[in-house]
């Protein structure tokens, strides 16, 4: 087989292909429009996210029979499509979910233990042990949004913190176990102190967080989204932080990712951008303005499922999917 790689990775997936005596083809750098010029001539893809595989880029591709991506989501791949044409597609949500797990506990305690905030201040020499006093996780209600591979990793990594229980909310049936005991969204709403997000960003998903779905929790909660970030609206989300609906919230992704993310700071151009599209970039940034200012947001770069480990992790489980299929 004639494999494409589109984005880097780690080399055991290069490595381990030629063992099995595919030919390994690397292309970082060329356009989606230069590598459909050529696709017809490959078995396989590699991919992360560098651009998205449409019907029109499938229709290209008249032998491809599988697509690898190193990601847990396939959002950014016409599922349906694919299908249709009879490619096989491996996500690798295996591979990442210890990562998102670890990554949803640390941001969670360090919201809890205001860590953002009493190190800028002790760094500035300022000793606030008053302004910094903490919260304990013991006794909380975690309720979780997705239950699958990460929202599982997430729950199991809970256990040890004596939570007062972790509650599931999926809508697929029977998914809960011995880490999380699955309910319907009322009761997720009515008993949550602390809110996880692990969905895939789907149709269903997007702008599902908003201020209806903040204002049905019977207390004020924490949010914690290591899943995507449209699943959020901002400016309400922006809302419930300052009117204290939400406590705090640990944000590994964000709403505007990646095309308006760039142009969000002093130096991006908007020179192109239409009237319009001019009055939506200043509500981004009006939002994204109180986010970075706000002591009780952290944010880091979509970086939950980003580790040396999962960075094998991720290559490895793609290979075995493949390799499980076609070898």
């Known amino acids: ?24 083809d690397e292309d970082y750098t060329s356009t989606k429009e230069e590598v459909m010029e050529k696709i017809e001539n490959y078995d396989g ?16 591709a008249t032998q491809l029979k599988f697509v690898g991506r190193l990601g847990a989501g396939l ?18 949500p ?18 809890f233990n205001k860590l953002h905030t009493a190190d800028s201040e002790v760094r500035s020499g300022k000793w606030d042990r008053e302004g ?8 909380k209600v975690v309720g979780i949004v997705g239950y699958g591979n990460m929202g599982k990793a997430f729950a199991k990594k809970l256990k040890g913190f004596d939570v007062a229980e972790v509650i599931c909310y999926d809508i697929e049936g029977g998914v809960g176990d011995e880490n999380a005991r699955q309910v319907g969204i009322l009761e997720l709403q009515q008993r949550a102190d602390v809110l996880s ?10 702008g599902l967080v908003n201020t209806a779905f903040i204002n049905a929790f019977q207390k004020s909660i924490w949010l914690i989204n290591t899943a995507r970030g449209k699943c959020v609206v901002t400016e309400d989300l922006v809302a419930a932080l300052k009117s204290g609906k939400i406590h705090g919230a640990g944000l590994d992704v964000l709403e505007y990712e990646k095309s308006s993310f760039e142009n969000m700071f002093p130096s991006a151009t908007l020179s192109d951008q239409t009237s319009a599209a001019l009055s939506d970039q200043n509500k981004i940034s009006e939002a994204f303005q109180y986010l970075i200012q706000a002591d009780n947001v952290i944010l880091s770069p979509h970086v939950a499922g980003w580790t040396v480990e999962s960075r094998i992790k991720l290559a490895q489980t793609v290979v075995d999917k493949i390799k499980a299929k076609f070898c």
């Open 197 to 206: 997000l692990h969905v895939p960003q789907t149709e269903l998903t997007m």
């Open 132 to 139: 910094n006093r903490g919260l304990e996780l013991e006794g």
């Open 94 to 111: 295996e591979g990442n979910r210890n990562a998102v797990g670890e990554h949803a506990i640390g941001m969670l305690l360090a919201l």
């Open 1 to 24: 087989m004639k494999v494409l790689h589109l984005d880097t990775n780690h080399s055991l997936i290069i490595d381990q292909f030629e063992a099995l005596g595919f030919q390994n």
């Open 45 to 60: 893809i590699i991919i992360r996210s560098r651009f998205s595989l449409d019907e029109a880029f499938f229709e290209k």
């Open 75 to 92: 959002e950014n791949i016409d599922t349906a499509y694919a299908k249709a044409k009879g490619i096989f597609l491996a996500a690798a």
